[in-house]
């Protein structure tokens, strides 16, 4: 058993979700900030990539007082358990997802781990030992099922999101699409890695749900499973 896996993400009209320096760049507007508040506060956990935390330093908090509130209301953390797939436990012990706000976080390495590094996670998080060298990401969808997260959101970066793709994890994928061209053969996509080479393999996608918004759309697919 694993979690219901959402993909959330912004990306340019050229399909790119940052520019070729991996720079943290605003593509979406405040209206779709608010959407994405919503979705959050709706998650039992939220994980992104190491690469995500170095460049951009989230925080992965829920941000508006009032969700924050009906997340207390339910009887849950203001936040929803915030995760890291680090598979060589690079996480700044300052980083901001470990320090701002509260709620329960995890960092999930690989055995291949500076055992130094771990130990110094370990004071601040709770850390899932998973795979020799990479994470197993099937295996930490299963701990953080038997941990009682039901509902999990992705937001990055496109190597995360490839892993998860490739591996058949995604059942969801909802993407704010900008009204600008980023450009670039190396600006990271929201599927970044080896990329499939078989037409069989190809992750296929429902019909859209498409919403206006901020000069741009939604789109709400849903993962096509076979029958």
């Not at 053969?185 to 890695?193: E, H, N, Q, R, V």
């Amino acid at each position: 058993m694993r979690p219901y896996v959402t993909v959330n993400l912004a990306m340019s009209a050229d399909g790119k979700i940052s520019t070729r320096e991996r720079r943290q760049v605003r593509i979406s507007g405040d209206r779709d900030y608010r959407r994405v508040d919503a979705l959050k506060a709706g998650q039992d956990a939220i994980v992104v990539g190491i690469g995500t935390v170095l460049a951009d330093n989230p925080s992965l908090t829920v941000k508006s007082p009032a969700l924050r509130e009906g997340r207390r209301n339910e009887g849950k953390a203001d936040n929803p358990v915030r995760v890291v797939v680090d598979s060589q436990a690079r996480t700044p012990p300052g980083a901001d997802l470990l320090r701002k706000g509260t709620g329960e976080r995890v960092i999930a390495v690989a055995e291949s781990a500076p055992r130094e590094r771990v130990e110094r996670l370990r004071d601040l998080a709770t850390v899932i030992v998973s795979g020799a060298d990479q994470v197993d990401l099937d295996q930490l969808l299963r701990e953080l099922h038997r941990k009682g997260i039901r509902r999990l959101m992705v937001e990055g970066g496109g190597t995360l999101l490839w892993g998860f793709f490739s591996r058949g994890l995604v059942d969801e994928f909802c993407t704010f699409v900008g009204p600008v061209v980023i450009g670039g053969k190396d600006s990271p996509t929201p599927a970044d890695g080896e990329g499939f080479l078989l037409e069989r393999d190809f992750v296929r996608l429902e019909p859209p749900v498409v919403t206006e918004c901020d000069g741009g759309v939604i789109l709400r697919w849903l993962v096509k499973r076979d029958n």
